[in-house]
């Protein structure tokens, strides 16, 4: 069984493993593989503490763990940081392990980030996407709408971004 919960500073490095082992499978082709390769499990568990060490309050992480504590996935965000709209969360990164996928896991991390971003009274969302990521039908599938074009930059490859945008949270949160 897994459960939804809010994650603490112990969970970074769960949180780690899994953004770095779904880094590696989902944007192999679409990154460089030296870039993949490079990802520490280390240095990304340092990157997420800083969640929790740096004005907490702003911020939310969810995980989905098993039983045995193992964290299968995860969604963090916050304020939104590209137009900075008072209204606008923004998902930072949300990530279910392979063998966890289309099992529901990455819809209950939406909603509860969504959940969060309402009651800090924010009524909408948006996140940024890899256009040529293979798994953007999933923000289809939660109504998600293109709302705009971008590019991320790593080592010396461009690649396009596109943005999702949920305009009023309660599409995602069903209330």
């Known amino acids: 069984m897994v459960t939804i919960r809010r994650a603490n500073s112990k969970d970074a490095p769960g ?4 953004r770095v082992d779904t880094w590696r499978s989902a944007y192999s082709g679409l990154l460089p ?23 907490p309050e702003q911020y939310v992480i969810y995980v989905a763990e098993e039983d045995s504590g193992n964290i299968v996935g995860f969604a963090c965000g916050g304020p939104e940081r590209k137009d ?5 969360g923004e998902i930072y990164a949300i990530y279910v392990s392979r063998a966890y996928q289309r099992q529901g896991l ?20 948006v996140l940024w996407v890899l256009a040529d990521n293979p798994f953007r039908g999933f923000y289809e599938m939660l109504n998600g709408q293109k709302s705009g074009n971008d590019y991320f930059a790593i080592q010396d490859l461009s690649a396009p971004l596109l943005a999702y945008e949920w ?3 309660n599409s995602l949160t069903k209330e």
């Open 15 to 18: 949180i780690a493993r899994v």
């Open 33 to 55: 593989v030296d870039y993949l390769d490079s990802l520490d499990y280390q240095e990304s568990a340092r990157q997420f503490m800083s969640f929790f060490n740096h004005e």
């Open 106 to 125: 990455g819809a209950q991390l939406m909603t509860n980030c969504a959940r969060s971003f309402r009651a800090d009274g924010m009524s909408s969302m």
């Open 84 to 88: 900075s709209r008072p209204q606008y």
């Open 167 to 169: 305009p009023d949270l």
